[in-house]
C-alpha cells in the first residue's frame, strides 16, 4: 500500500524547516561579556538559533575560548608580596623547579558507534608503573632534568638539588619552587644562601606562578 501510493505521488517527503535568525554582533557581545563561561548551545539557546551561526559570529567579533583558572585558597597579599620580591630582583636570572609524573599505561574512554549500539573494552584494573622528572627550567629551556621511578622524598630532592641543579648554575640566580612537603625550605635556602643564589617559595596554592606548570 505505502509502496502504491508512493508511486503515485501520494507520499511526499516533508521538507525540515530549519530556523535561522541573524544574531546581533553587538548584543552576543554583550552577552559573552556578561557570561563569559557559557556552552555554545547555551549561547544559541538564549539567541534562539542554533550551534554553527553562533560559532560564526563569535569568529566575527574575535572572541576565543579560554580561561585561566587558580585557586580559591590563594592567598592575593602573598601573591603580591611574592610578585614584589621577584621584580626586586629583576637583574638575575630565574630557575623554576618542578616535579610531575607520567604513567605508562594509557586506555581511550571512549569509542564510535552507531545510534543505538554500546561499545565494551576490557581494561587492566592492575596499577602500573609511573615514570616522574624533576628538573628546572631557566628562560624556557630546561636543565638538569632527572628522570625517576622511585616516589619523591626530601632526600631523593636534596641529593638532585645539590648534585645537579646547583652545579648547574655558574651565577647567581632566583630559585623558585612549590611548597611540597620534601622541600625542606629551611635548608634549601641555607645551601642557596651559601652558593650565592636567592630561594624564593611560592605563595601556596600558587602553581599558576610556575611557568613550568604550562608547559
Known amino acids: ?5 508512493r508511486e503515485q505521488g501520494h507520499l511526499e517527503r516533508k521538507k525540515r524547516v530549519v530556523k535561522k535568525r541573524k544574531i546581533s554582533l553587538e548584543e552576543l557581545k554583550a552577552f559573552v561579556e556578561a557570561h ?5 548551545r547555551e549561547i544559541a539557546a538564549h539567541f534562539d538559533c542554533a550551534v554553527p551561526p553562533v560559532w560564526v559570529a563569535l569568529k566575527q567579533i ?3 575560548l579560554k580561561k585561566t583558572t587558580s585557586f580559591k585558597e590563594q592567598n592575593p597579599e602573598k601573591v603580591a608580596e ?10 638575575l636570572p630565574i630557575v623554576y623547579i618542578d616535579e610531575t609524573g607520567i604513567d605508562l599505561y594509557f586506555y581511550r574512554p571512549y569509542a564510535r558507534a552507531p545510534r543505538g549500539e554500546k561499545v ?7 596499577r602500573f608503573e609511573r615514570t616522574s622528572i624533576v628538573t628546572g627550567q631557566v628562560d624556557g629551556e630546561f636543565i ?3 628522570v625517576y621511578k622511585e616516589s619523591m622524598t626530601s632526600d631523593f630532592f636534596m641529593k638532585w638539588f645539590k648534585t645537579q641543579l646547583l652545579p648547574a648554575l655558574k651565577t647567581s640566580h632566583v630559585i623558585v619552587m612549590g ?15 651559601q652558593d650565592k643564589h636567592f630561594f624564593l617559595p611560592l605563595p601556596p ?7 613550568i606548570k604550562q608547559v
Open 179 to 193: 611548597n611540597a612537603s620534601f622541600h625542606p625550605k629551611n635548608i634549601l635556602d641555607e645551601l642557596c644562601i
Open 62 to 64: 574575535k572572541v576565543t
Open 144 to 146: 638538569t632534568p632527572m
Open 82 to 91: 611574592f610578585l614584589d620580591i621577584l621584580d626586586n630582583l629583576k637583574d
Open 1 to 5: 500500500m505505502g509502496k502504491e501510493r
Open 205 to 211: 596554592y600558587s602553581p599558576d606562578l610556575n611557568p
Open 36 to 40: 563569559q563561561d557559557a556552552f555554545l
Open 120 to 126: 565494551y573494552e576490557k581494561i587492566s584494573g592492575r
